[in-house]
């Protein structure tokens, strides 16, 4: 690392905190991070501040019944619904709801609202240590222009390229049909057996769940899934595509085949059903992305998270570490939190649970078992997000357009030799990430397949980075980069592994069992990782909820 002078060095940050849930790497996004992590002093002198960090883990989420003093606490009035966990799908699904229904409430263990997103702004510089951005759908953008942030909207440039690393080249991805003929990341029997497959010729669908990459291959052959599927998977989910389920994880994909026959087949009947179809109205106040593209906005994701707790104002409490919950004789649910007021019981009609599924399962035990079961499934590897910065001139020139590194990053499949996932070009996405002359990268390195990342100091992780970007993208001999981030989460995005979808049928469905309507279950686990399918899944989830109220509530 720099040896600059330390008035001039970026702060380096080292974390290591479990993650809660996540969206899709580089070019999704995840959702729902929770960390819990402290800071210790260590004089050993590996990394660069002097701090080490550790994690605290994850039942201290919850503090045991037997561990609460006794007293009635402050009281609060019975409530409509309570939002247990404050990340992006816990704080949009309250928003939602508290349009018809104002009287709930949102609790976070942690003093912070927000989950997941990270983001950091020191000397200059402006990183993401969880999601980087989203893609900008209906919901999203309608979420992001209900809380006054139409403004502060950024969208990358659709036309800039994506990258896969094949054969030690930085080759671009496809990014219209036109593309297709031309691009060498793929060669031209490569490219005929996707096409034969795409319309259907290619072998049947088997009699059981299949994973990405059996679907893949036999609908589009090798060089597909290994050379684009396979990084993608890396990138979104950090994810094995042989345990992946096609099914969970690419269910629209997945859902092509099962309704036209084909992936071709099925994308005309997709067609022909919208147009046939009447469209609503689309909400004149959304601006309109120019073709496929990512966004955020000026100061970063944190700023949508801000704007909700500013909205929703007292009703965000934080520090709020939720012990139990039981089953009132009401016909409602009684929540115990530890509060820094002290003991506080809630009474609500309704309950919401957006935590990660393991803290859910231990939450949820008491109540049912199976539930409880069927939450703890759900696997949750490590990711570290690393962020550095370079000087321009440590660019190789031939990753340069008129002197400048431009693109939306660049993923790398496992079989090429590198250990780092993939890379996001920030500073070249959007814009003021980083001072003048310095290039700004987001490197995600471990998941499922290199779990060993956490037996990693901060500084060997860096040093893994830099190690692989000099093998295609920085100079091999330029200097040492400026470290500005090294976050590790050791539970980091939920895997959507095959049999995800009957395993949070079965948690679903046993909540059912034992009589617990209005207990509802939300997250990236439930909606997807993206960061912008969690907020497609608040609306939905909030409208489950609003729904259950108004035929129960007031009975």
């Not at 009281?75 to 508290?98: N, R």
């Not at 609790?107 to 989950?115: F, L, N, Q, S």
Request: contains cysteine; glycine residues 10%; charged residues 20%.
């Amino acid at each position: 690392m720099t040896t600059a002078p330390v008035a001039n060095r970026p702060t380096i940050f080292t974390h290591r905190s479990p993650l809660s849930s996540s969206s899709s790497l580089l070019f999704l996004n995840r959702t729902n991070f929770i960390p819990y992590f402290s800071t210790t002093k260590r004089n050993n002198g590996t990394n660069c501040n002097g701090y080490r960090t550790r994690c605290s883990v994850a039942k201290d989420y919850t503090v045991p019944p037997s561990e609460i003093s006794g007293g009635s606490g402050q009281q609060y009035p019975e409530l409509d619904c309570v939002v247990v966990g404050a990340g992006i799908s816990g704080l949009c699904i309250a928003k939602v709801i508290s349009a018809d229904y104002p009287n709930l409430m949102v609790t976070e263990a942690r003093d912070r609202a927000g989950g997941n997103i990270m983001t950091v702004e020191r000397d200059g510089y402006l990183w993401e240590e969880g999601p980087n951005s989203f893609q900008p759908s209906d919901p999203m953008l309608t979420m992001a222009v209900d809380c006054g942030l139409k403004d502060d909207l950024v969208l990358g440039d659709p036309d800039s390229p994506r990258f896969v690393l094949w054969k030690g080249k930085l080759r671009p991805v496809p990014g219209k049909l036109s593309d297709l003929p031309f691009f060498d990341l793929m060669s031209i029997p490569g490219k005929l057996r996707a096409g034969f497959g795409a319309i259907g010729l290619r072998p049947s669908p088997p009699g059981y769940e299949e994973s990405v990459e059996q679907f893949v291959r036999r609908n589009l052959g090798a060089e597909v899934f290994e050379r684009l599927i396979e990084p993608f998977c890396s990138g979104v989910y950090a994810g094995d595509p042989s345990k992946l389920s096609m099914k969970a994880a690419f269910g629209k994909v997945w859902k092509l085949e099962q309704s036209g026959g084909s992936i071709i087949g099925g994308t005309f009947k997709a067609i022909k059903e919208r147009s046939s179809t009447p469209k609503a109205p689309r909400d004149p106040r959304l601006p309109t992305p120019k073709g496929q593209t990512v966004g955020s906005f000026r100061k970063g994701l944190r700023m949508l998270p801000d704007a909700i707790c500013e909205r929703l104002g007292s009703k965000v409490k934080l520090s709020w570490k939720l012990s139990s919950i039981t089953k009132s004789g009401k016909g409602g649910y009684q929540l115990t939190y530890e509060t820094p007021e002290g003991v506080v019981s809630l009474q609500s009609r309704s309950i919401v649970m957006t935590v990660p599924s393991y803290v859910a399962s231990n939450i949820l035990r008491p109540l049912s078992v199976a539930a409880a079961d069927a939450l703890s499934n759900f696997y949750y590897p490590p990711v570290a997000a690393v962020t550095v910065s370079y000087p321009q001139e440590a660019i190789r020139d031939d990753r340069l357009v008129d002197g400048e590194l431009k693109g939306f990053g660049q993923l790398h499949p496992r079989s090429q030799g590198v250990e780092t996932l993939g890379t996001i070009y920030s500073s070249s996405l959007f814009p003021n990430r980083a001072p003048n002359g310095r290039v700004l990268l987001l490197n995600y390195i471990g998941g499922a397949t290199n779990s060993e990342i956490l037996s990693k100091t901060e500084s060997q992780l860096v040093e893994a980075v830099d190690r692989d970007l000099r093998k295609m993208l920085i100079k091999p001999k330029a200097q040492d980069p400026f470290v500005t981030g090294v976050r590790v989460w050791p539970q980091a995005i939920p895997q959507f592994l095959v049999g995800h979808l009957d395993t949070l049928g079965t948690a679903k469905a046993a909540l059912s069992d034992n009589g617990l309507d209005g207990l509802f279950l939300g997250g990236n686990y439930v909606s997807g990782v993206a960061l912008g399918r969690c907020v497609e899944g608040a609306y939905e989830i909030a409208s489950d909820v609003t729904g259950f109220l108004s035929k129960y509530a007031y009975k």
